[in-house]
Structure formats: structure tokens, C-alpha cells
């Protein structure tokens, strides 16, 4: 197994010269150990197939859900790329800084996600470290930003940018992953790493309405931070070939993906690796 750390970005780490199918013991501590300290693992042209993947992300915890395409490209081969598209709504959306799943009531620990189809500009995946940016905070900050609490919510992200699906049903939910239809999950925008023990921004376009500030108040403070620690010492994009595969801690990192022309095909796998309740459960679940 080879290593290199990634030197621009302060986290992240290729590895190659590896066999995710078939992983030695200390190979897996070793992926393991560095997930923990480098939060984003890059395993170039591994072309991992769905069982593969899927045992991959059940070595870190279990599945919120299994390998699920992300993709522009629908059943049958039709490409979706009008504005008012449900499919393009939802790949737009992930175009804003956020953490997966911190809208449901267990946040996900993270992901694998691989490349299948990519095209040949944009559709770049970014991470923002949200450990260096609570460290970059200055003390009179980070104490203000450690007493706070938002709201996550996909119906506020979405119905923000104007990618609110088209159809809703009488009540007022909407029949799409992620429209979670209990109380919208409250959150500290601090979060102490369970493995790590260090503090990191629990923030992104999900988040708001944080308790105690009015709504442009608190809409205000959340842009402003999230453009701090989302600034691009803190970020690392990562230009896809067609099977690559990688790892992320989305208790440490925010990631989104960059604009590209929605008429060309893209398809990326995404496999969710389910929090832990005992520390990933939204303040106001039990
Ligand atoms: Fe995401």
C-alpha cells in the first residue's frame, strides 16, 4: 500500500497500490487510523463495483443507505438537465458547502463515493476542512460560535436556492430523500469529534435559523462563517477520472460539487456510512 498525503490542503490522502476487496488487517487499520487523522482517502482508478463499495463502507459503520447513484443520466439513458428537473434541482443543490444528512436526525459519518462517467469540465468535488476552520475562528469567536445551536433542514437548503421538488403533497412534505418530515434537527455549530476529540464547524447551507437570533440575523452570521471556513487554504477539489473512488469523514469535512454542463453524462456512486447515535444524534431527538 502506498501512501502520500495531499500538501496543500491540510487533510486528505491518496493511497494506491491497494485492493479494497480484499484488505489485509493492518491494511485496514492502517486506512482506518488515516481516515481519522486525514479525513478524505483517494483510491485513484479503482473502479469498485457495487458489493465491493458497499463492504468497503460497512468496514467504517453501517449504511444509511447503500451504493445510489448520483447522476444526471436517468433509467433510461435520458440526460435530465432542464432548471425545472427534480433530478437537476437536487445535483444543484449540491452545489452549496454542506455535511450529508445533518438535516436527519443522525448525521452521516460519512461517505465512499466513486466515478463511473464524468465529464470533461466541472463536476469536481470539493472538502473544506471545518477542524482548521473552527482553529482559524479568533478566540472571541469561537467561544460566541460554541454556545450556538441551528436548525438543519433540506426544506430550508432547497427551498432557499429554489430546488424545492415540483410536486408536494397535501401536508406539505415532499416524497424525496432528505425532506425529513419530523422537527427540523437541531444541531451545535460545534461539534467535538468523537475519535479526535477536536472541536470542528458543524455549519454548511442546511443550517439555520441558530436559537436566540432573529432569521436575517442568523442567516447573516451562518453566510458569513460559512464563507470563512470554506476559504480555499482550507479546501482541496478533486478532478475525477473515470474510477476513482474515495472516503470521507463528514464529521470533519463539508464537500459540494463544482457547475458542469448538465447535458453531458455524469454519474458518481454514492454509498452513505450512517452516524453513530450516541454521537451523531440531533440535539432535540432522543
Ligand atoms: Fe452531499
Redesign the pocket.
Known amino acids: 500500500m502506498h501512501i502520500q498525503d495531499l500538501t496543500d490542503s491540510g487533510f486528505g490522502t491518496v493511497i494506491t497500490d491497494v485492493d479494497l476487496a480484499e484488505l489485509r488487517d493492518e491494511e485496514w487499520e492502517q486506512i482506518y487510523r488515516l481516515w481519522n487523522e486525514r479525513a478524505l482517502l483517494i483510491f485513484p482508478a479503482v473502479f469498485l463495483d457495487k458489493d465491493v463499495q458497499d463492504a468497503f463502507a460497512r468496514r467504517f459503520g453501517n449504511l444509511e443507505f447503500p451504493r445510489t447513484a448520483i447522476s444526471n443520466i436517468g433509467k433510461n439513458g435520458e440526460i435530465h438537465q432542464e432548471p425545472e428537473d427534480d433530478v437537476v434541482k437536487v445535483i444543484r443543490g449540491?452545489e452549496g458547502w454542506?455535511h450529508?444528512s445533518t438535516y436527519m436526525p443522525v448525521q452521516a459519518l460519512g461517505a465512499v463515493f466513486s466515478a463511473e462517467i464524468v465529464p470533461d469540465e466541472g463536476g469536481l468535488t470539493g472538502w473544506a476542512d471545518m477542524r482548521a476552520a473552527f482553529e482559524s475562528l479568533d478566540k472571541e469567536t469561537q467561544d460566541k460560535v460554541s454556545s450556538l445551536s441551528a436548525y438543519h433542514s433540506y426544506y430550508y437548503s432547497q427551498g432557499r436556492d429554489g430546488y424545492l421538488p415540483s410536486e408536494q403533497n397535501a401536508d406539505g412534505t415532499y416524497n424525496a430523500y432528505g425532506f425529513h418530515d419530523g422537527e427540523a434537527c437541531l444541531r451545535p455549530l460545534v461539534k467535538i469529534h468523537p475519535a479526535t476529540h477536536k472541536p470542528n464547524l458543524i455549519i454548511g447551507r442546511h443550517a439555520h435559523n441558530i436559537i436566540g437570533m432573529g432569521s436575517d440575523e442568523s442567516e447573516e452570521f451562518l453566510d458569513a462563517l460559512n464563507e470563512f471556513a470554506c476559504a480555499e487554504e482550507r479546501t482541496y477539489f478533486h478532478d475525477w477520472q473515470e474510477g476513482d473512488a474515495v472516503v470521507w469523514d463528514n464529521r470533519r469535512l463539508m464537500?459540494r460539487v463544482t457547475p458542469y454542463d448538465m447535458s453531458k453524462p455524469r454519474r458518481m456512486w454514492h454509498t452513505r456510512i450512517a452516524g453513530d447515535p450516541s454521537t451523531e444524534l440531533a440535539d432535540n431527538y432522543t
Do not use: E, P
Request: no cysteine; net charge negative; hydrophobic share 0%.
Open positions: 449540491n454542506h450529508d464537500h
